[in-house]
C-alpha cells in the first residue's frame, strides 16, 4: 500500500499544474452531481397538485333511516349526516361507561347503541337511558367499531386475532372466524359480503351468514384500517404505503398506488380508513400528508402536507354554503379544512394537542377530539369557529341519529340533546384556541416520518374523560397507532 501511495504522489508531481487543477475540477464535478442526485432520490417529495377529474355536488344515496349503522356513517365513510337542527346549544346527558378505554365510537341502530371497549367487552345500550340491554366478552383486547346488517353484528378483535357475528338483540354468537393476525379493521357489510382486514396483510370479503371466504388477498403490508365502498369497489390502504381499489365482487385489484413516502427510500402508512366522494378517494398517511387519489385510476389528483402525521380518517361533506371539504386532524395539533378538488386550506384551527381520531360532521357543524387533552369540540364548517367544547374526549368523538349526538370520551358516552332556540348558550365553547388561519395555500413542511409516538395514551376514570396518567396503550398485548381511525384509520 505505501509503495502505491508513493507511485501515485510521483504521478501526481510529474504533472502540470494546469493538468492538476483541471482534475481537481472533475472530482469535485463528479462528487458534486453524485451529491445533487442522491439528494434528488431520498429527499422527501412534495406535494402533488394537478388538473384531475373532480365531481362536485355529487348526491350520494344515504339510507332512509337515521340510522348509524356501520363505521363512518355510509359505505363511502364519509362521516357526514345531514341532520337539521342537531347543533350546540345542547342538553347534556351522561348515558352509560364502559370500564374502559374506548377508541372506538358506537353505532347506532334502532334506539340501541353498540360498543366494544379495549377488553373486548361488547354491549348494547339502550339509547334512551343508558341502560345496558347485554353485554358479551369477545376476547381480551379490541379496538375497532361493530358494523351491522339485517339483524346481526359483526366485530374483528385483536387478541385473540377473530371476527365474529352475533346477533344484534341478545349478542348470541352466530359464527366465529379466526384470522392469522390481529385486525383492527372496522368492518363493512353490503350485498351479503363482509369486507375487512388484518395485521398479516390480509383483506377479506366473507360471506355475511356463514363467515366463509368469498375472496381473500394478500395486500404489500398491515391492514389497519376499514374499507370503504363505492359503486362495487372497495378501497384500503396498507401499512406499506399501498392504496387499493379492489373489485368487490371477486377481489380483482383494480389499481395498486403507493404513497410519496417520507423520503431516504422509506414509504409511508395509511393506518386511517379512507373515504369515497366527488370521484375521489380521501386519505390520511403517517408520511405527513392528506392524499385525493381518482377513485377510477387511482392517479394522485393532490397532496396536502401537515407538520405531523396523519392517523385520522378523514370526514367528507358538501355543506350548505361551503364548498366540498375535507376535515381532518394532524399529530401535528392542528385540525383542518381541505378543499375537496384542489387539496387548499380552507381554514385550519390549532387545537393544543395530538388528533388521531376521525372527525364527524352533523348539520353544520365538525367535530373533533384532542387525545393529549381530551377535548371533544365543535367547530363551525364555514369558518372554524368554535361552537362546542367539552372536557370529554379521547379518538373517534360523536355519533348521531338525526335527533341527539351521541359523544364518546374516553371510555363513557354522553347523550346531548339539541335546546330549543332561545334557551340560551350551550356549556363549553369558552375555551380559546390559537387563531384559525384562512388561506388557499398549502400548509407547512412535512412530517418526516410521523411526529408524535402515537402509541402513548392516558388512563383516568371511566367515563369522565380520564385523568393524565400516561401507559402504553393495549398493555401487554403491544401497542399500535390509533386508528384515530384509527389510530386508527
Same mark, same amino acid.
Given at each position: 500500500?505505501?509503495?502505491?501511495?508513493?507511485?501515485?504522489?510521483?504521478?501526481?508531481?510529474?504533472?502540470?499544474?494546469?493538468?492538476?487543477?483541471?482534475?481537481?475540477?472533475?472530482?469535485?464535478?463528479?462528487?458534486?452531481?453524485?451529491?445533487?442526485?442522491?439528494?434528488?432520490?431520498?429527499?422527501?417529495?412534495?406535494?402533488?397538485?394537478?388538473?384531475?377529474?373532480?365531481?362536485?355536488?355529487?348526491?350520494?344515496?344515504?339510507?332512509?333511516?337515521?340510522?348509524?349503522?356501520?363505521?363512518?356513517?355510509?359505505?363511502?365513510?364519509?362521516?357526514?349526516?345531514?341532520?337539521?337542527?342537531?347543533?350546540?346549544?345542547?342538553?347534556?346527558?351522561?348515558?352509560?361507561?364502559?370500564?374502559?378505554?374506548?377508541?372506538?365510537?358506537?353505532?347506532?341502530?334502532?334506539?340501541?347503541?353498540?360498543?366494544?371497549?379495549?377488553?373486548?367487552?361488547?354491549?348494547?345500550?339502550?339509547?334512551?337511558?343508558?341502560?345496558?340491554?347485554?353485554?358479551?366478552?369477545?376476547?381480551?383486547?379490541?379496538?375497532?367499531?361493530?358494523?351491522?346488517?339485517?339483524?346481526?353484528?359483526?366485530?374483528?378483535?385483536?387478541?385473540?386475532?377473530?371476527?365474529?357475528?352475533?346477533?344484534?338483540?341478545?349478542?348470541?354468537?352466530?359464527?366465529?372466524?379466526?384470522?392469522?393476525?390481529?385486525?383492527?379493521?372496522?368492518?363493512?357489510?353490503?350485498?351479503?359480503?363482509?369486507?375487512?382486514?388484518?395485521?398479516?396483510?390480509?383483506?377479506?370479503?366473507?360471506?355475511?351468514?356463514?363467515?366463509?371466504?368469498?375472496?381473500?388477498?394478500?395486500?404489500?403490508?398491515?391492514?389497519?384500517?376499514?374499507?370503504?365502498?363505492?359503486?362495487?369497489?372497495?378501497?384500503?390502504?396498507?401499512?406499506?404505503?399501498?392504496?387499493?381499489?379492489?373489485?368487490?365482487?371477486?377481489?380483482?385489484?383494480?389499481?395498486?398506488?403507493?404513497?410519496?413516502?417520507?423520503?431516504?427510500?422509506?414509504?409511508?402508512?395509511?393506518?386511517?380508513?379512507?373515504?369515497?366522494?366527488?370521484?375521489?378517494?380521501?386519505?390520511?398517511?403517517?408520511?405527513?400528508?392528506?392524499?385525493?387519489?381518482?377513485?377510477?385510476?387511482?392517479?394522485?389528483?393532490?397532496?396536502?402536507?401537515?407538520?405531523?402525521?396523519?392517523?385520522?380518517?378523514?370526514?367528507?361533506?358538501?355543506?350548505?354554503?361551503?364548498?366540498?371539504?375535507?376535515?381532518?386532524?394532524?399529530?401535528?395539533?392542528?385540525?383542518?379544512?381541505?378543499?375537496?378538488?384542489?387539496?387548499?386550506?380552507?381554514?385550519?384551527?390549532?387545537?393544543?394537542?395530538?388528533?388521531?381520531?376521525?372527525?364527524?360532521?352533523?348539520?353544520?357543524?365538525?367535530?373533533?377530539?384532542?387525545?393529549?387533552?381530551?377535548?371533544?369540540?365543535?367547530?363551525?364548517?364555514?369558518?372554524?369557529?368554535?361552537?362546542?367544547?367539552?372536557?370529554?374526549?379521547?379518538?373517534?368523538?360523536?355519533?348521531?341519529?338525526?335527533?341527539?349526538?351521541?359523544?364518546?370520551?374516553?371510555?363513557?358516552?354522553?347523550?346531548?340533546?339539541?335546546?330549543?332556540?332561545?334557551?340560551?348558550? /350551550? *356549556?363549553?365553547?369558552?375555551?380559546?384556541? #390559537? &387563531? +384559525?388561519? %384562512?388561506?388557499? @395555500? $398549502?400548509?407547512? !413542511?412535512? =412530517?418526516?416520518?410521523?411526529?408524535?409516538?402515537?402509541?402513548?395514551?392516558?388512563? /383516568? *376514570?371511566?367515563?369522565?374523560?380520564?385523568? #393524565? &396518567? +400516561?401507559? %402504553?396503550?393495549? @398493555? $401487554?398485548?403491544? !401497542?399500535? =397507532?390509533?386508528?384515530?381511525?384509527?389510530?386508527?384509520?
Amino acid at each position: 500500500m505505501t509503495r502505491l501511495r508513493y507511485r501515485v504522489l510521483e504521478i501526481w508531481r510529474s504533472w502540470s499544474v494546469r493538468r492538476r487543477v483541471v482534475t481537481v475540477a472533475a472530482v469535485v464535478a463528479a462528487a458534486v452531481v453524485a451529491i445533487g442526485a442522491a439528494y434528488l432520490i431520498l429527499k422527501r417529495p412534495g406535494d402533488i397538485s394537478r388538473s384531475a377529474e373532480f365531481r362536485a355536488h355529487e348526491k350520494e344515496e344515504k339510507e332512509k333511516s337515521v340510522n348509524w349503522p356501520i363505521y363512518g356513517y355510509d359505505l363511502e365513510r364519509t362521516r357526514y349526516l345531514a341532520a337539521k337542527g342537531v347543533r350546540p346549544p345542547f342538553h347534556s346527558r351522561f348515558l352509560f361507561d364502559a370500564g374502559a378505554l374506548l377508541e372506538f365510537s358506537p353505532i347506532y341502530v334502532d334506539g340501541a347503541l353498540y360498543v366494544i371497549n379495549k377488553d373486548a367487552v361488547f354491549y348494547a345500550v339502550d339509547a334512551g337511558n343508558g341502560k345496558v340491554i347485554w353485554k358479551h366478552d369477545q376476547g381480551q383486547l379490541a379496538a375497532a367499531s361493530a358494523a351491522y346488517s339485517d339483524g346481526k353484528l359483526y366485530v374483528t378483535t385483536l387478541a385473540p386475532g377473530q371476527i365474529v357475528c352475533v346477533r344484534a338483540k341478545d349478542g348470541k354468537r352466530v359464527w366465529t372466524r379466526p384470522l392469522p393476525g390481529r385486525s383492527e379493521a372496522s368492518p363493512l357489510v353490503h350485498n351479503g359480503k363482509v369486507f375487512f382486514g388484518a395485521e398479516s396483510g390480509d383483506l377479506y370479503a366473507l360471506d355475511a351468514e356463514t363467515g366463509h371466504d368469498v375472496w381473500h388477498i394478500d395486500t404489500a403490508g398491515s391492514v389497519k384500517g376499514g374499507v370503504a365502498y363505492h359503486n362495487g369497489t372497495v378501497y384500503v390502504g396498507d401499512y406499506a404505503g399501498h392504496m387499493y381499489a379492489i373489485r368487490a365482487s371477486d377481489g380483482a385489484v383494480k389499481w395498486d398506488t403507493t404513497d410519496l413516502g417520507v423520503g431516504f427510500g422509506r414509504s409511508g402508512r395509511f393506518y386511517a380508513t379512507p373515504a369515497v366522494a366527488y370521484g375521489r378517494v380521501y386519505a390520511g398517511n403517517a408520511d405527513g400528508r392528506v392524499y385525493s387519489f381518482e377513485a377510477s385510476s387511482g392517479d394522485i389528483a393532490w397532496t396536502h402536507s401537515t407538520g405531523g402525521a396523519v392517523y385520522a380518517s378523514p370526514a367528507v361533506a358538501d355543506t350548505p354554503g361551503t364548498p366540498p371539504t375535507v376535515y381532518i386532524g394532524s399529530a401535528d395539533h392542528n385540525f383542518y379544512a381541505l378543499n375537496a378538488a384542489s387539496g387548499d386550506t380552507i381554514w385550519s384551527v390549532d387545537v393544543g394537542g395530538f388528533i388521531s381520531g376521525s372527525a364527524s360532521v352533523v348539520d353544520d357543524v365538525v367535530y373533533a377530539s384532542d387525545s393529549d387533552n381530551q377535548t371533544t369540540t365543535g367547530f363551525s364548517v364555514t369558518n372554524g369557529e368554535v361552537l362546542y367544547e367539552v372536557d370529554k374526549g379521547q379518538y373517534n368523538p360523536v355519533v348521531s341519529d338525526g335527533r341527539r349526538i351521541y359523544l364518546t370520551g374516553y371510555a363513557g358516552i354522553t347523550k346531548l340533546t339539541p335546546k330549543e332556540k332561545g334557551a340560551g348558550p /350551550g *356549556k363549553g365553547g369558552a375555551k380559546k384556541h #390559537k &387563531k +384559525h388561519k %384562512k388561506g388557499k @395555500g $398549502k400548509s407547512g !413542511g412535512g =412530517a418526516g416520518g410521523g411526529g408524535k409516538n402515537h402509541h402513548k395514551k392516558h388512563r /383516568g *376514570k371511566a367515563g369522565g374523560g380520564g385523568g #393524565k &396518567k +400516561h401507559h %402504553k396503550k393495549h @398493555g $401487554k398485548h403491544g !401497542g399500535h =397507532a390509533s386508528k384515530g381511525e384509527g389510530k386508527k384509520g
